[in-house]
C-alpha cells in the first residue's frame, strides 16, 4: 500500500507546534521545563557509548535534581531507554549523594528557602482561539 499524502492543512498543524526557548529543557520524569543549568545531565558518550554525568558529547537526558524524579527514573529505568544504553549502579549513587549535598545546602542556608506559591499555568479558554501558553511561566519544578 502506498502511503496517503499529506493535504496542506495537515503540514501547517504539523508544523505549528509549540517550540521551546533556548536552553530550555525537560526533566525525563516529571516534565518539568526548566533552563538546562537547573538540571542534571546524564550523557551517553558518541564514540565508546558509555554512560558518564554532565561531560562529553552525545544522547543526553536531563533530570530534576529532586529525590522523586530520580526515584521515578530508577525504578522505571527512564534513564536506560532513553540513552539506549545500560545506565550503571555508579551513576545513581552519584546522583543520590548529590541529592543529599542538595539537602544539607538547603538544611543550612535560610536564605535559600522554596518559594510558597508557584505561578498558575496559563489556561486555554473554551472558544479555542486563545494564544498558545508562554514558557516563561513554567521554569520551576513543584
Not at 17 to 34: A, E, F
Not at 55 to 69: E, K, N, V, W
Not at 101 to 114: A, K, N, Q, V
Request: glycine residues 4%; aromatic residues 2%; proline residues 10%.
Amino acid at each position: 500500500m502506498k502511503p496517503k499524502p499529506i493535504c496542506c492543512s495537515q503540514r501547517t498543524l504539523r508544523n505549528s507546534r509549540l517550540t521551546m526557548p533556548p536552553h530550555t529543557r525537560r526533566c525525563l520524569s516529571c516534565r518539568c521545563l526548566g533552563h538546562k543549568s537547573e538540571f542534571w545531565r546524564v550523557v551517553r558518550l558518541a564514540q565508546s557509548q558509555t554512560v558518564v554525568l554532565d561531560q562529553g558529547q552525545g544522547r543526553s537526558a536531563y533530570l530534576c535534581p529532586q529525590a522523586s524524579c530520580l526515584h521515578q527514573a530508577r525504578k522505571k529505568n527512564h534513564l536506560g531507554r532513553v540513552l539506549k544504553a545500560p545506565i550503571p549502579a555508579e551513576i545513581y549513587t552519584a546522583l543520590a549523594s548529590r541529592l543529599t549535598t542538595i539537602r544539607e545546602d538547603e538544611s543550612s542556608s535560610p536564605l535559600l528557602e522554596r518559594p510558597s506559591k508557584l505561578p498558575k499555568r496559563p489556561t486555554r479558554q473554551k472558544d479555542g482561539l486563545s494564544q498558545p501558553p508562554d514558557h516563561a511561566g513554567l521554569g520551576h519544578c513543584p
